[in-house]
């Protein structure tokens, strides 16, 4: 295949914990084409700070933006804003002599002026998120406008959620992408008594903080040697930390890769997320998820109606009994489970996920 070249457009820094957009990029270069990734635009006034992807064929440069785009809270202040940042961008076209057979690849719902700026280009926007569901003041208007003319602008809309793809098809034919394991499915030890739960992730306001609590209480209360382990970057109120952290099944560890963690007693992938919060409610397949199986870890979720339904997939937040009755299905029957785990992650793999995404060129 003739490497190509393709321009993302994000408001993610890559330096950021992964997502979607650092995982599609890593897929394109490892398979020979480069990739110029546009991070989150500074506003004026703020430095430019520089970084390196570390990757050869990924190029990393950050223009400006205007103004927040929670804060344009009406068409107009989309427009002018969409005029500075065009500006902005116009400055990096000749120097990147972008050319016909570039590839726009857009993560931002609101950039419905790249079609002004690359008429002949083949546009993919990708909407992981329902962005603007968290308008202030739940002023969605303006940015469903925005996200109307962002799609309909677009050759491809992609998107990783079922609801989502139910919501853009009211103005669009959006196709379901969704993320992939960067590593093969590696058998774990079936042999090692496993006991402990993991949560890999951000530890954030999407958790539910009493349903974790009473988890940890119901399990001690009962002798269980289960332990809870919290993996990532804590970005929650020091009340919900302790909330949970007081029990002594509880514990944390700052953000790690999950190559460099010892998985060798853990049985499970624990997503426990509120209930009721339409931006969770959408979530289908996080990108944690598909990392977690290709380490034989079958997946407990709460919250998520939308979630996957797979056999190893277990739901939740019923009463405490079923909770419990649930984790010790999954830790006796974890070799059981694998046949299926491998199965899936095999069949949506790098490869099958380049091969998907090159179709749509």
């Not at 427009?79 to 726009?104: G, H, P």
């Not at 992408?177 to 960067?182: A, R």
Request: hydrophobic share 40%.
């Amino acid at each position: 295949m003739t490497a190509m070249r393709f321009i993302f457009f994000s408001k993610t820094n890559w330096a950021e914990p992964p997502r979607l957009r650092h995982q599609l990029a890593h897929l394109l270069a490892d398979a020979g084409h480069e990739v110029v990734f546009f991070q989150r635009p500074y506003y004026p006034g703020q430095k430019n700070e520089t970084s390196d992807s570390g990757h050869a064929r990924i190029h990393l440069y950050r223009y400006r933006q205007l103004l927040h785009h929670k804060l344009r809270l009406h068409p107009l202040l989309h427009r002018v804003s969409a005029l500075f940042e065009k500006k902005q961008i116009k400055s990096f076209m000749s120097e990147l002599c972008i050319e016909r057979n570039d590839v726009i690849v857009n993560f931002n719902y609101d950039y419905f002026f790249l079609r002004d700026l690359f008429p002949s280009n083949r546009l993919i926007t990708i909407i992981n998120d329902d962005f603007w569901s968290r308008a202030i003041g739940g002023y969605e208007s303006p940015l469903k406008w925005a996200l109307i003319n962002t799609c309909k602008s677009s050759d491809v809309v992609l998107t990783v959620s079922l609801p989502l793809k139910n919501e853009l098809s009211e103005f669009c034919q959006a196709e379901l992408f969704y993320p992939w394991s960067d590593s093969r499915y590696t058998p774990p030890n079936l042999v090692t008594t496993r006991n402990t739960i993991l949560f890999w992730g951000y530890i954030n306001n999407k958790l539910d903080v009493k349903f974790i609590a009473g988890l940890a209480n119901g399990l001690l209360q009962r002798g269980s040697e289960y332990s809870i382990l919290f993996v990532g970057p804590i970005q929650c109120s020091s009340d919900s930390i302790n909330e949970i952290s007081r029990f002594s099944n509880v514990n944390f560890l700052p953000a790690s890769d999950l190559e460099t963690l010892d998985l060798q007693n853990v049985f499970v992938g624990f997503i426990p997320y509120r209930s009721g919060i339409k931006s969770i409610e959408v979530i289908t397949f996080p990108n944690k998820v598909s990392r977690l199986l290709a380490r034989g870890l079958p997946i407990a979720v709460t919250g998520m109606p939308n979630f996957i339904a797979e056999p190893f997939v277990f739901r939740l937040g019923q009463d405490l009994e079923s909770d419990i009755a649930s984790l010790q299905a999954i830790e006796s029957h974890f070799s059981k489970l694998q046949p299926c785990i491998r199965e899936f992650v095999e069949t949506n793999g790098s490869e099958e996920r380049l091969k998907q995404f090159m179709s749509y060129l």
